[in-house]
């Protein structure tokens, strides 16, 4: 399968979860890759496993310095890009009550200025007529503990739709992918204990109308298809949730 033959690709956030996911779709179609995170074992680790098509640039999204180097990156590798997947983002179950000052920063110096300022940096080194997907959140019902993470996505949410508009005229879309309970090694909350991990689990598969979590390869067919197939499609936000953003769970079917 090469339907991805001569693309250039960078997935910021690719090294483990639905980012690697993404990353080793478009390598095994052809595409070359550029994968980023904030961990440098895990980066090399990540280009490691994704082979001779991948390689890997360590830049930690609440640096200005790292995203102005991984720009340099892109451009001294790739010269021009065809999809950037704007995809890192860390999450926190933490009662309203209980967020302070620290974690309040930590959370939207990840999932908010660092996404914002690494796409503004990377859009003028994607070529007219390619494409951005982002990574938000289930727009489901709010839940409690979620508020400074749901804050984060409704920016990410509102950076996008933005970047949208602006960058019609470069013929450049810009779309999101809405995940709902995915199984990534994190579960998305990157700090969660085993225990906390099986617990969010439990609830996950229990609220989810599918009675089940998503796989990343599930969230990259969605990410794919709004990067490369979806040609009439800018601005939209696409849920890969199974149902819990459209309906309530079934009753009585407790996973
Ligand atoms: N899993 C879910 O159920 C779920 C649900 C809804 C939304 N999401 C969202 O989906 C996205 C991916 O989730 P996931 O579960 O696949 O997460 P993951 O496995 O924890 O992967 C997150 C990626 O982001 C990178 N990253 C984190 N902080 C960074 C920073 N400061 N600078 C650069 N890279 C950074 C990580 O790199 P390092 O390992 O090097 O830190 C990793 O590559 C996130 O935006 C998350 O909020 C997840």
């Not at 309970?181 to 609220?207: M, V």
């Amino acid at each position: 399968m090469d339907g991805y033959a001569g693309r250039k690709c960078v997935i910021v956030g690719g090294t483990h979860g639905m980012g690697l996911a993404v990353a080793r779709r478009l390598v095994d179609g052809g595409a070359e890759v550029i994968v980023t995170g904030r961990n440098p074992e895990n980066v090399a680790k990540a280009a490691q496993t994704l082979g001779r098509r991948a390689h890997a640039v360590a830049a930690d999204i609440t640096r200005m310095a790292d995203i102005e180097a991984l720009a340099e990156a892109v451009n001294k590798t790739f010269g021009a890009a065809d999809f950037v997947f704007a995809n890192a983002g860390i999450g926190i179950f933490e009662l309203f009550e209980a967020v302070n000052e620290a974690t309040y920063d930590r959370y939207f110096a990840t999932n908010a200025k660092g996404i914002f300022f690494a796409a503004q940096r990377l859009a003028p080194l994607v070529r007219n007529g390619g494409s951005f997907v982002f990574t938000t959140v289930t727009p489901g019902n709010a839940s409690p503990g979620l508020a400074v993470y749901a804050g984060t996505k409704a920016a990410v949410k509102a950076f996008a739709r933005t970047m949208a508009v602006e960058l019609l005229p470069r013929d450049i879309r810009v779309n999101m992918v809405a995940p709902g309970f995915i199984d990534t090694p994190t579960l998305g909350i990157a700090d969660a204990t085993p225990e906390e991990r099986a617990e969010i689990h439990a609830i996950g598969d229990a609220a989810t109308p599918m009675k089940r979590h998503g796989t990343p390869d599930e969230v990259a067919s969605a990410v794919l298809f709004l990067a490369f197939d979806a040609t009439f499609t800018t601005g939209v936000e696409l849920p890969v949730d199974g149902g819990i953003s459209q309906m309530d769970a079934p009753m009585g079917t407790e996973a």
